[in-house]
């Protein structure tokens, strides 16, 4: 019932700038909290951080001060925008949103499919 659409990945130089976009559809009653991922391409090992949360100033070390959450209610969409950028920063980011039904009043955490955010220069 409930699907996401995320947009705004692309190629940037290091410290260039990008607006994700995670944009939620279908039976909606509300977004109770939302959260950025990422994983780096090539990794030894999985490593997916929570690097931001809807209604919290919880950050990664690694992204204070450069990233920042925001979200629109009247669209049901969170944002994150990044400055920056590094080329550490490159990955696949992904969105997290609970959602709580507006037909069956249950929340549940959705995950969009992920944008991938390449800095190089």
């Known amino acids: 019932q409930v699907q996401l659409a995320e947009s705004g990945g692309g190629l940037v130089q290091p410290g260039g700038s990008l607006r994700l976009s995670c944009t939620a559809s279908?039976?909606?009653?509300?977004?109770?909290?939302g959260a950025w991922y990422r994983q780096a391409p090539g990794a030894q090992r999985e490593w997916v951080p929570s690097i931001a949360s809807v209604g919290s100033t919880n950050y990664a070390d690694s992204v204070k001060g450069r990233f920042a959450l925001s979200r629109d209610a009247a669209k049901n969409t969170v944002y994150l925008q990044m400055n920056s950028l590094k080329p550490e920063d490159t990955a696949v980011y992904s969105c997290n949103l609970e959602i709580q039904g507006s037909v069956s009043g249950r929340k549940r955490a959705y995950w969009g499919q992920g944008t991938q955010v390449t800095v190089s220069s």
């Open positions: 279908g039976s909606i009653f509300s977004i109770n909290t």
